[in-house]
């Protein structure tokens, strides 16, 4: 007969594992101190690339980031306000890069430590979790800031952890936690975050598709929607069509109700600048239209933003 393990051992160990943890991580979190708020950041590489999140700066262009005894001034290098992305770079001093996990081998029920340091006391603050969910969509938060493909968890995060790492068993980083909603943790995978990172390094500017309409929310008869085989009850009707614009191109018109986009719903105008994100920039992407009570199917190559309309 298998001997049961002792729960006290049990708890003992699970206890001192995660204090290991913990312990492990503060060298490679700083605090991030922007005009008006506090949060965390995560150090990527040796030379003091740091990631936040941009709501955390708000808006400010001077950042002082801390790490025990030590405060630097930092840089913005650039943001990416869609995915709530920023990026830092210390002026000096030399940093421990935290490990890299990979969010697409992401399991629903594996642990998670959210961890956070806004105020740089001696060591963070810390709470844990398990994984609830991945490729999550949060919808309506943050005003038109959308957020596809991200990962929730039962860890409470308390102000100030914005910015923070989420980290798995082995203190690798999984995610850069972004906020706490619906009783549910919000982050921002790692592998989204080391490709913006990455492209911010280089220069680069976060970039939009464009469509070319002028466009706003519209209610769609039940009718309509019964025949259709439609489960949303809004969708986007288009009242404008720029000429030479990739709408015009894949014979959009006015009137048309734009209701998927990319094989996902569009209920409302703000979904849209989340669904035109800079991969569908200059790919074929499949639309799927409600023209005269009937659905309709067709292609569109998003180009680059190119003005203030969607």
């Not at 288009?238 to 990319?262: C, H, T, Y």
């Not at 569009?266 to 074929?284: G, Q």
């Amino acid at each position: 007969m298998t001997q049961l393990a002792n729960p006290l051992e049990v708890l003992k160990s699970l206890s001192e594992a995660t204090s290991t943890l913990i312990k492990k991580t503060p060298q490679s979190v700083v605090s991030v101190k922007a005009q008006m708020s506090h949060g965390t950041g995560v150090i990527l590489t040796k030379d003091g690339y740091i990631v936040t999140c941009n709501h955390v700066l708000g808006g400010c262009n001077a950042v002082k980031i801390g790490q025990g005894e030590k405060s630097f001034n930092a840089k913005i290098v650039g943001t990416d306000p869609y995915n709530d992305v920023a990026l830092l770079k210390a002026e000096k001093g030399e940093f421990t890069p935290i490990e890299m996990g990979d969010s697409e081998r992401l399991n629903v029920g594996q642990y998670a430590l959210a961890l956070a340091n806004p105020f740089n006391r001696h060591q963070p603050t810390a709470t844990s979790g398990m994984v609830t969910s991945v490729n999550n969509s949060i919808r309506g938060w943050r005003g038109a800031t959308q957020m596809e493909n991200v990962i929730a968890t039962d860890a409470q995060l308390n102000p100030g952890f914005s910015g923070g790492p989420l980290v798995d068993v082995e203190g690798k980083l999984i995610g850069i936690n972004a906020a706490y909603v619906w009783q549910r943790g919000i982050a921002i995978p790692v592998n989204k975050v080391k490709a913006i990172a990455d492209r911010l390094m280089t220069g680069k500017v976060a970039q939009r598709g464009y469509l070319g309409i002028i466009a706003n929310t519209v209610a769609i008869p039940e009718e309509i929607a019964e025949t259709a085989g439609l489960e949303q009850e809004t969708g986007v009707m288009i009242f404008s069509v720029e000429a030479g614009s990739p709408a015009r191109k894949a014979g959009l018109a006015m009137g048309d109700v734009l209701v998927k986009f990319n094989g996902k719903p569009v209920t409302e105008f703000y979904d849209l600048p989340r669904l035109l994100a800079e991969d569908v920039i200059e790919k074929e992407t499949k639309l799927t239209i409600i023209r005269r009570e009937s659905l309709i199917e067709t292609t569109i190559v998003p180009t680059v933003h190119g003005g203030e309309e969607d």
